[in-house]
DNA sequence: CGAATGTCAGTGGAACTGAGATCC
DNA sequence: CGGATCTCAGTTCCACTGACATTC
């Protein structure tokens, strides 16, 4: 029988175990700035996609709109977002980045892209290309 | 400016995703036979390399030395392996795999295997291997 | 009415920490 | 003695669920 191991090429381990050093890195990145990853995500899905309701905020940055409201929370609370309530339709607010948010992502960006960089660090810049599009196509919805 | 989607081809966060649904599909195939994913990375690692101790054990699969602990005492419980003091160091436990951990990883490794495929059904052959070459180079200590 | 939205409380699993007991 | 090993208790974080009130 061969000596294979079979832990050592097993893909959700091997995904399971550089999601966990990924996830480390960003979260360590954004430590110092008083950041979370999901401060984040939410700065640039709203940067990047304009004012919506929570729920679509959530479906965009792929936070449960249960924790989005904590996030929230945290972001109203220094200024980076506006939420207010839609006055076409009063169940929803509308969540807005603010200048000052627009910045913070800018500056939170630096600190990401840094983060990609260590953990993609063992890999030249076609690798990590040809990374990101098979795991684009592993996670793209079937 | 561009309209860049920041957010869907950030490695960080397609590994999490990745992961995430690696994780559960892994953890669905073994649930019907009531086993979750430690029992199998123990079964493999002590038949791939034989006995060990616990800590040895730990390095192995990658788990924490006190989360291995419960595990043990599950699979030790039906007999999948047994446990007992190092005769040449009293402080340490041999654990051993027994034949009935042998047949036991077998039924798991069908079903661990069938969870991969599901996981990676997108991908061809090729791309597969890859891919599990690229995420060893990332995850290969520093 | 049913359906969607925002909010809150809580669950379960996993990674991790700290401390004790035993033995080298 | 210092250091390693096993064990137990407990913390923290995250994805996820369930329930509720409000509004469409």
Known sequence: VEGADRLHALPSRLLGLAALRA?????????????????????????????VSQSGLAERSGIYRSDLVAVLAELTGVGYVA?????????????????????RLAELETLVAAAQDRILTALTTAQRAQLVRLLTTVVAPR
């Open 23 to 51: 996830e480390r890195e960003v979260a360590e990145a954004l430590a110092g700035t008083g950041a979370r990853k999901w401060h984040y995500a939410v700065l640039a899905a709203l940067v990047d996609h304009g004012p």
């Open 83 to 103: 939420r207010e309530p839609d006055p076409a339709d009063r169940r929803r607010n509308v969540v807005t980045a603010t200048e000052a948010g627009e910045r």
